[in-house]
């Protein structure tokens, strides 16, 4: 199953009365919409409220920094780390998958993209040459109380969806695709799992983990909303895991 990338730009001149033709459909500012949608449309560009002084007996207490409300998400995320590379050819397939951080706002989310992806990002795109440090490891992004195995019985009958990234777009396709994963942007986002970035020598990819193979509809249409948010023009393929394949 293959999401054809040559009726993406006439789906999106569609909506946004744009020409099929011109190269420049996919805007930067694809991801607004994700960003609002997590912050509850709320706040407007001025960004958060500055604290204010409390006031008691008619002068100002000693606390003067007000807290702010956090902005919860719909479902829990969690951050996961794995290294394969670093295990010896003996160990389990899984045995160095490590849970980091489970976040469910959006300010715990930009403390934990900001202190987790960020470094790993920095490391990458600084080596020369390519260390093991990086090279061959994981970062993974999955709803909360879902493992990121294929054992997993949540993700036991389904797929994944991956695409191929340039050192140079990686860091934004990645935190794009999170933002609309976290900002419950899927129309079919109740069947994706979460999302993984591998970091490898011949070619750093990102992947969508989706449960339920045997919904096609779910899954094209997933594939195509992905393709559009990342302005991504290569045609992609759905990979089935093997249980899933055998029982759909």
């Not at 920095?122 to 195995?149: E, W």
Request: include cysteine.
């Amino acid at each position: 199953m293959a999401v054809e990338s040559s009726s993406l730009p006439a789906i999106m001149a569609e909506e946004e009365n744009l020409d099929p033709n011109t190269t420049s459909l996919i805007r930067i500012e694809k991801y607004v919409p994700a960003i609002k949608a997590i912050c509850g449309g709320g706040g407007g560009e001025e960004g958060p409220s500055k604290g204010k002084g409390i006031m008691c007996g008619g002068k100002k207490s000693k606390s003067t920094t007000a807290i702010e409300p956090s902005h919860s998400f719909q479902n829990s995320w969690t951050f996961w780390f794995d290294n394969p590379s670093s295990k010896s050819s003996q160990a389990t397939w899984g045995s160095s998958l490590r849970s980091l951080y489970t976040f469910a706002t959006i300010e715990e989310f930009w403390s934990l993209y900001l202190g987790v992806t960020c470094i790993f990002l920095s490391l990458y795109n600084n080596m020369h040459p390519p260390t093991k440090c990086v090279h061959g490891a994981d970062i993974y992004c999955f709803k909360d109380k879902i493992d990121p195995k294929w054992e997993d019985p949540v993700c036991a009958n389904g797929g994944k969806w991956t695409m191929m990234f340039p050192k140079a777009t990686l860091e934004s396709s990645w935190l794009n695709t999170l933002l609309a994963l976290v900002g419950e942007q899927f129309e079919q986002g109740d069947v994706i799992c979460g999302a993984v970035l591998n970091f490898r020598t011949r070619g750093d990819k990102i992947s969508l983990w989706t449960k339920n193979a045997a919904n096609k509809d779910a899954q094209l249409s997933i594939g195509k909303q992905w393709k559009e948010l990342l302005g991504y023009t290569e045609t992609i393929g759905f990979i089935f895991h093997v249980r899933g394949c055998k029982d759909s």
